[in-house]
């Protein structure tokens, strides 16, 4: 006979549950004891609708964007929730149907139009989403909710009222960025996001919006592309979720996860796909990580490789004695560790759960140091080093395997 275990949370189901957005902030209940000295606001945004009508969400970043804030002020919290009024989620709402495809769910046209019209809005182009349910960050005195598309929705941080959508295309050649930018001590901001480059092959750019001026202009109307790094296939672009920056150098690491555009620009458009179609893994190209000087906005030609994972956040980069400390959050192969996260595996009982966390691809913290400067260092630990070609990485990098130091944010 088989025992059940739940999970020692138990209610972890509600996580994946609709909930209602709130008129005012709530007063939270606190066990313990909440500093005196701790005063401020913490802003953060999630998945919260999860079906529209009838027709459901399928994946886990599909739910429509709702924006949290937390509180803090004498030792008391409260909580307060709203919905980010995206065009995502107000067509839908105005429709009652989803209306604009998101990460694993597709779209359909209005079923009350006849078979002509639908038909021809299929040859509309492909409709981007703007739900922005990944992240906040400031850019000058403004704070903005985002997702991984060129669209980023200013929010106000006292109220959770939207305010507009901004299309990031409008300022730079990119088509679309992450939601981890870097913020500078100034308010400077570093992103990245894949471009079109020379000869319509595909790149990635590192976007800067600069610090709040005098003139009190809007920052991201001075956006600048300061540096552009190349792409391993010219027209499949790896996956972005994150990018490491010291105050010297900026770190992208190139993944074999991949984005098939002529996938993404076909059925898209003919057959009714997702983003999550257009996903795929190239089993022989493991990970390249490329540096580019932040200060002389220049790609340094040498790159690194190691074997393949899935990388989505950097824990710490840093420079060391002529080094760079790269800290990474990694999932071993070369598997899209996001086809595990479907709502219909999410909400299965804790033992199902686990069999599938199981089967993904499985965490591990791992450390690369690069030697910036080849030429005066001889050859060490695992690391081979042609000039002008590629290096390949192992795991083991001049006996750091399996130690970690804690990382320090924006070490100086």
């Known amino acids: 006979m088989s025992i059940q275990v739940e999970h020692p949370a138990g209610g972890y189901k509600k996580l994946f549950e609709t909930v209602e957005e709130l008129s005012s902030p709530l007063t939270a209940h606190v066990t313990g004891r909440i500093p005196l000295w701790l005063t401020g606001s ?4 999630g998945p919260g609708l999860f079906e529209v009508g009838s027709e459901p969400f399928y994946h886990l970043f599909d739910g429509q964007a709702l924006l949290h804030k937390f509180d803090f002020k004498e030792g008391h919290v409260t909580y307060h929730r709203r919905f980010i009024r995206t065009d995502a989620y107000v067509r839908a709402m105005t429709e009652k149907r989803i209306v604009i495809t998101e990460f694993g769910t597709c779209a359909f046209p209005d079923p009350c139009k006849n078979i002509f019209s639908r038909f021809f809005s299929y040859f509309r182009g492909v409709e981007v989403t703007d739900n922005a349910l990944v992240n906040v960050y400031p850019v000058g005195e403004d704070y903005y909710a985002c997702t991984e598309t060129n669209f980023i929705t ?31 001590n100034d308010g400077t901001v570093y992103n990245i996001g894949n471009c079109f480059g020379k000869n319509f092959s595909i790149a990635y750019n590192i ?18 592309i300061v540096v552009q790094f190349p792409c391993s296939d010219r027209f499949k672009p790896s996956y972005v979720h994150s990018f490491g920056l010291t105050p010297n150098y900026i770190v992208f690491v190139e993944t ?97 759960v686990k069999k599938n966390a199981r089967k993904a691809p499985q965490p591990e913290v791992r450390r690369y140091v690069l030697p910036l400067n080849i030429d005066k260092r001889p050859f060490f630990g695992a690391l081979n080093f042609l000039q002008g070609w590629s290096h390949f990485t192992e795991e083991k990098i001049d006996g750091l395997r399996g130690y970690v130091t804690f990382p320090v944010i924006h070490s100086q």
């Open 42 to 45: 913490l802003l953060r945004c």
């Open 154 to 184: 200013k929010i106000n941080p006292e109220t959770l009222e939207t305010i507009k959508q901004v299309d990031l295309c409008n300022y730079v050649s990119v088509n679309g960025a992450t939601a981890h930018p870097h913020i500078e």
């Open 207 to 224: 976007v800067k919006i600069p610090p709040l001026q005098a003139d009190k202009e809007d920052p991201i109307s001075k956006s600048e």
């Open 256 to 352: 074999p996860v991949k984005i098939n555009l002529f996938k993404f620009l076909s059925s898209w458009s003919l057959w009714g796909a997702n983003y999550m179609d257009c996903f795929e893994s190239n089993e022989t190209m493991g990970v390249w990580l490329h540096i580019a000087d932040k200060k002389r906005k220049k790609y340094l030609n040498n790159k690194y490789r190691t074997s393949p994972f899935n990388l989505f956040h950097h824990i710490n980069t840093y420079e060391d004695n002529g080094f760079l400390i790269v800290d990474l959050c990694c999932w071993k192969g070369f598997e899209f560790v996001y086809n595990y996260l479907y709502l219909a595996n999410l909400r299965e009982n804790w033992e199902e």
